[in-house]
């Protein structure tokens, strides 16, 4: 099984600041990962797919890259909505999903 | 529009089993795979596999297998996923979730990804 791992667990952060997050993957996924966005109560929402593809209606401050077993999620200038869980998945090897982000507001 | 529902919260004993279902609409049912995943409280999602609707066709997670089995009735497009032998550890909120497909150069294709969701069934295990 692919383990994935992000970091960090929990990121502090003002509206306006810019967020990087991290997924590691235990072995290589290509391309084939996924960022979701997760609400309290919610189901989680398709931010990024094949590591960089933004999904239909995602605003363009929403950003990935990375390849292999490295990746990172980026938001330019966080909004208020943007806080939230974020989670990283992959589909090179069965499906798995990523410890989360918590990203709060400082 | 897309829209999946699930149906309402279960609470079951240890040792019985559960059946879900997620009812679409404004899409078409056929095309699509339907994938379940399930968030324990407090913590991440976990996969537990796939249906194709057209043919039934079913693909499961191995930490599950022999005890999950997902079905669809085309006929009112709903997607089901039972799971037997509840356990403790099974309190969980189950979503089913589309399967993003994207254009290929002449055709269609899934992807493993899931760009639609149901709003989650809270199943509670309890003695």
């Known amino acids: 099984e692919i383990v994935l791992t992000q970091s960090p667990a929990t990121l502090s952060l003002s509206p306006g600041e810019r967020a990087t997050l991290s997924c590691r993957a235990s072995?290589?996924?290509?391309?084939?990962l996924a960022w979701y966005q997760q609400k309290p109560g919610q189901a989680p929402r398709l931010l990024i797919y094949?590591?960089?593809n933004r999904a239909t209606g995602i605003p363009a401050r929403f950003s990935g890259s990375g390849s292999g077993t490295d990746f990172t999620l980026t938001i330019s200038s966080l909004e208020p909505e943007d806080f939230a869980v974020y989670y990283c998945?992959?589909?090179?090897?069965?499906?798995?999903f990523g410890g989360g982000t918590k990203v709060e507001i400082k | 529009q897309v829209q999946l529902v699930q149906s309402g919260a279960e609470v079951k004993k240890p040792g019985a089993s559960v059946k879900v279902s997620c009812k679409t609409s404004?899409?078409?049912?056929?095309?699509?795979?339907m994938h379940w995943v399930r968030q324990a409280p407090g913590q991440g999602l976990e996969w537990l596999g796939w249906?194709?609707?057209?043919?039934?066709?079913?693909n499961y997670a191995q930490k599950f297998q022999g005890r999950v089995t997902m079905t669809r009735d085309t006929s009112i497009t709903t997607a089901y996923l039972e799971l037997t032998r509840l356990r403790s550890d099974d309190t969980a909120v189950y979503f089913c979730?589309?399967?993003?497909?994207?254009?290929?150069?002449?055709?269609?294709?899934?992807?493993?990804?899931?760009?639609?969701w149901g709003q989650g069934t809270l199943v509670t295990v309890s003695s």
């Open positions: 404004g899409y078409t049912f056929t095309g699509d795979y």
């Open positions: 249906i194709n609707p057209k043919s039934g066709e079913t």
């Open positions: 998945q992959q589909r090179s090897n069965w499906v798995t």
């Open positions: 072995q290589s996924v290509s391309s084939y």
């Open positions: 979730a589309r399967d993003l497909s994207l254009k290929g150069a002449s055709t269609w294709y899934g992807t493993d990804y899931f760009d639609s």
């Open positions: 094949d590591s960089s």
